[in-house]
């Protein structure tokens, strides 16, 4: 999960409101199940000790929860009288929470919002590439990349003199010309637009084109689609269903290697390592201290959850600094921290992991995560 879109959520105190609510509609009886889902909101924050105007604030968003194209649930953070932050979910919360804390109660979103790459999409042919980017369940329309004046349309017979082989070739310089022009269009805006992974759709001497003329870095993060094309009457479902295996290919395989480079990097100092991959012992944190002290150090480039994690709930020590965060209060007063507050562990690090622009992922049930629920990649040997 990428956090930059919480850091709206840290750069303002506390004390926050934190509502997880499923907003589905799929029954008759929806609109009168909501009301219930709100009261309940309610009576936690009440009885959390939330103040009034807060609370007014998060129940009048949700009172105006439109009824068509709902997502399954819905994350709001509120400090102040104002709803600061509203996130739609992938996955609806398995129950209703609202909770009252010094930091926003972030930590549900890691599974909730779902692990989805921001993907980019462009639609080529020879004409040029219309651009979207898709974060989730939202698409945004990006720039078009036009392309020569001599693309061409359809296909065309053998050449009967040197005037149609003129001008075919012509077409052909055309449609090179525009693959390179879609190429370092693509390449051009791809460190701004966060995008993970792209995908080329369209014909597919066309796509193969623009892929062969990418940057390497791109090309590496790259995949060709079968589905979808320019053309208005172009179909989207099976774009989509090719988009969405992508994804969660991409998911998986970035799971895996980190995880690798997280157990093979919490070896002992000084053991053998067979593998010849960079990471070593000593580059991995595992449990709270651990962990705690390379978030402060600004070391963490991959922090591993997992759903439920036992020491996440802990209580740690924190300061109005995104970095101040220690395990005893003690030591909250030794960085220079006047009056430490407690907060949960997993909401602390995830802050200081916002605030580093760290990678957070999620380790599921079934897979060796690290012990208690909380560990780090770290981007430099302990």
């Not at 926050?16 to 609109?31: G, Q």
């Not at 080529?124 to 980017?133: N, P, Q, S, V």
């Not at 980190?258 to 390592?273: A, D, N, S, Y």
């Amino acid at each position: 999960m990428e956090l930059g879109f919480l850091k709206p959520l840290f750069a303002r105190p506390g004390p926050w409101a934190s509502v997880y609510i499923e907003t589905t509609r799929a029954t008759e009886d929806a609109a009168k199940i909501q009301k219930l889902r709100e009261r309940s909101i309610a009576a936690q924050l009440i009885d959390a000790g939330a103040d009034g105007y807060t609370t007014r604030a998060v129940m009048e968003r949700l009172a105006h929860e439109p009824v068509a194209g709902t997502p399954p649930g819905r994350a709001l953070f509120a400090a102040g009288a104002e709803v600061v932050l509203d996130v739609p979910l992938t996955l609806p919360p398995p129950v209703g929470e609202a909770t009252w804390s010094m930091l926003p109660h972030v930590a549900p979103l890691a599974t909730l919002r779902g692990d989805s790459p921001t993907c980019m999409v462009a639609y080529i042919d020879r004409a040029g590439a219309d651009l979207e980017l898709r974060e989730g369940n939202r698409r945004t329309t990006l720039d078009e990349a036009r392309g020569s004046e001599w693309q061409g349309r359809g296909h065309r017979g053998v050449p009967t003199d040197r005037y149609e082989w003129h001008y075919r070739n012509r077409v052909e310089n055309g449609w090179n010309e525009t693959a390179d022009l879609i190429a370092a269009e693509l390449a051009r805006q791809w460190p701004e637009s966060g995008a993970e992974l792209l995908v080329l759709a369209g014909d597919a001497r066309e796509r193969r084109a623009v892929h062969n003329r990418l940057p390497e870095r791109v090309q590496d993060v790259t995949v060709e689609a079968e589905g979808g094309g320019r053309s208005a009457g172009a179909g989207t479902a099976a774009l989509d269903t090719e988009i969405r295996q992508a994804c969660e290919a991409y998911a998986q395989d970035r799971l895996r290697r980190t995880l690798e480079r997280f157990h093979r990097g919490r070896g002992k100092p000084g053991e053998h390592r067979e593998s010849s991959v960079d990471t070593g012992p000593g580059e991995a944190a595992e449990g709270i201290p651990a962990v705690v002290d390379a978030a402060r150090k600004h070391q963490v480039a991959t922090l591993l959850l997992t759903p439920e994690a036992a020491d996440g709930g802990r209580q740690v020590w924190i300061g109005p600094g995104v970095d101040e965060v220690a395990v005893q209060r003690g030591e909250a007063r030794a960085l220079g921290v006047p009056r430490p507050e407690q907060a949960r562990a997993d909401d602390a690090l995830l802050r200081a992991a916002a605030a580093a622009d760290c990678e957070v992922l999620v380790v599921p049930e079934g897979m060796q995560g690290p012990a208690g629920g909380l560990g780090a990649v770290l981007r430099w040997s302990m």
